[in-house]
């Protein structure tokens, strides 16, 4: 581990961009980053699902969990765990897929700040 490793904040949209309910993909150098506003809470995530890589802003929300459109997997926002992976056959018609298929680990979650109508995102910075 790095003791020095450095975390910077970096500004992704406005305020008044990020709507209650709403998500939204950003991007920050290489990260593609899902963000949103839940009961007036911000959260940020890789946008990257943890099961098979879906781009998680183009699910929709439960609760606090982001739905992926793939599979239906479910990962709380906030706590970034895997909570419901039962809806992984969404149709019948699906052969069975086997245990290491359907292994997913939780969310990769980011601070994510609010100041002077700017929302930001804090990353590692690189190390030369
Ligand atoms: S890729 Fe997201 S649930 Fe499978």
Known sequence: MNGNT???RHPVCKSEELTEGS???VT???EDIMIGRKNGRLFACNN???HKGASLSKGHMNGDNI???MHGYEYNVFSGKLEDMKSWKKEPTWVEQDEEWRKSG???LYP???ENGMV?????EAQP
């Not at 930001?120 to 590692?124: A, G, I, P, Q, R």
Request: hydrophobic content about 40%.
């Open 6 to 8: 450095k975390m910077k």
């Open 23 to 25: 998500i939204m993909k």
């Open 28 to 30: 920050v150098g290489m």
């Open 48 to 50: 990257s699902c943890p």
């Open 67 to 69: 739905v992926c459109y």
């Open 106 to 108: 939780d969310l990769f």
């Open 112 to 114: 994510i700040s609010e």
């Open 120 to 124: 930001y995102v804090s990353l590692k």
